[in-house]
């Protein structure tokens, strides 16, 4: 199979879906300097709002999710679990083996991504919120063709905002429960010693 390199000096890093979870990595990720934001682009839904909240960090907010596609080579899937499938399903057309996607979503596995995208150049990670100010703890899973570098890169890329693990996809969910507890206890802690 080809390769085709995604070039780590200038590649532009996309977000389908301008929420929450998405503002977090590209606040985390800016204020790191891996990546500057003016390389980040997303587009927002319904909520217009949303526009300022990325457009005042200094990201390209485009006109949808097609031309986030076109104009990224990184492209992460940043909407609610439920949505992931439309927008596989939308963006599909417009996909060929230079684009590496990424999803955040949690609970849906790389199986179904694949599946929905016809793409297996794919990397899921699961972060938790506090990757703005660099605490994140992130795991991640390669997909079928998805490439060391493909790792690397986004390992770096998440690595900018906290820990990252690689993990085998299956203990995602035992994962993401220890954090939990861990985040609880800690809570419990803070909330009785006050
Ligand atoms: N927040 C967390 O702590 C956390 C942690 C780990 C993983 N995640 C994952 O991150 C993902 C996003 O979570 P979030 O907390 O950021 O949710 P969120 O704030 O609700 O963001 C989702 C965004 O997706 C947009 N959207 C909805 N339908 C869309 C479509 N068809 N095309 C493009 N954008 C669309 C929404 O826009 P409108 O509101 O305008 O419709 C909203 O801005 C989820 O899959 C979640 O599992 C979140």
């Given amino acids: 199979m080809d390769a085709f390199p995604i070039p780590a000096e200038s590649f532009i890093l996309g977000f389908i879906g301008a929420g929450k979870m998405a503002e977090s990595i590209v606040k985390g990720v800016a204020k790191s300097g891996v990546l500057p934001p003016d390389r980040i ?10 526009r300022d909240a990325f457009e005042s960090i ?3 907010v485009l006109s949808d999710n097609n031309a986030v596609v076109e104009y990224s080579d990184v492209v992460v899937f940043s909407v609610k679990p439920q949505v992931v499938k439309d927008v596989a399903m939308q963006i599909r057309p417009l996909l060929s083996r230079k684009k590496l996607l990424v999803s955040v979503a949690a609970g849906v596995k790389l199986k179904d991504l694949q599946e929905w995208t016809g ?3 794919f990397i899921r990670v699961m972060p938790n919120t506090p990757s703005a100010v660099g605490e994140a703890a992130t795991v991640m899973s390669l997909g079928g063709t998805a490439t060391e570098e493909d790792g690397e890169l986004i390992g770096k890329l998440f690595g900018s905002v906290g820990k990252i693990w690689r993990a085998d996809e299956k203990l995602f969910d035992a994962i993401t429960g220890l954090r939990y507890v861990a985040s609880w206890q800690r809570s419990s802690i803070y909330i009785f010693s006050n």
């Fill in 119 to 121: 793409h297996s150049r």
């Fill in 58 to 60: 200094g990201v390209k």
């Fill in 41 to 50: 682009c997303t587009a927002v839904h319904s909520n217009l709002k949303r």
